[in-house]
Nanobody
């Protein structure tokens, strides 16, 4: 069993920054092949993949977001991060971290992930 807990969301003005964290419970975190990702979902929209990182540190970003968002992981702390910069009102959404126990393709497809956190809200005002 895996538990993911996001934090760090909040309300910021356009152009601001936030750092989201995702704490991962359980010893399985570093002992298996895994991929972790950040996703977001705005009201009425489909869940969108933002960035992923795997056990080897290989990173994939959604093309439209590269340069504004940065994913990182601290294996010693079992924590995943997403640095959000130059935020825009259209970035307003619930942000989720997720984990799957395999590598492979479709790294930003939310349907391929097995475990999810409860989400943290990011609101950007103009």
């Amino acid at each position: 069993q895996v538990r993911l807990t996001e934090s760090g969301g909040g309300s910021v003005e356009s152009g601001g920054s936030l750092r989201l964290s995702c704490a991962t419970a359980a010893s399985e975190y570093t002992d298996n092949f895994y991929c972790m990702g950040w996703f977001r979902q705005a009201p009425g929209k489909e869940r969108e993949g933002l960035a992923s990182i795997d056990i080897h540190g290989r990173i994939t970003y959604a093309g439209a977001l590269k340069g504004r968002f940065t994913i990182a992981q601290d294996n010693a702390k079992n924590t995943l991060y997403l640095q959000l910069s130059s935020l825009k009102p259209e970035d307003t959404a619930m942000y989720y971290c997720a984990l799957r126990w395999h590598l492979g393709s479709d790294l930003l497809n939310h349907r391929t992930y097995n475990y999810w956190g409860q989400g943290t809200q990011v609101t950007v005002s103009s």
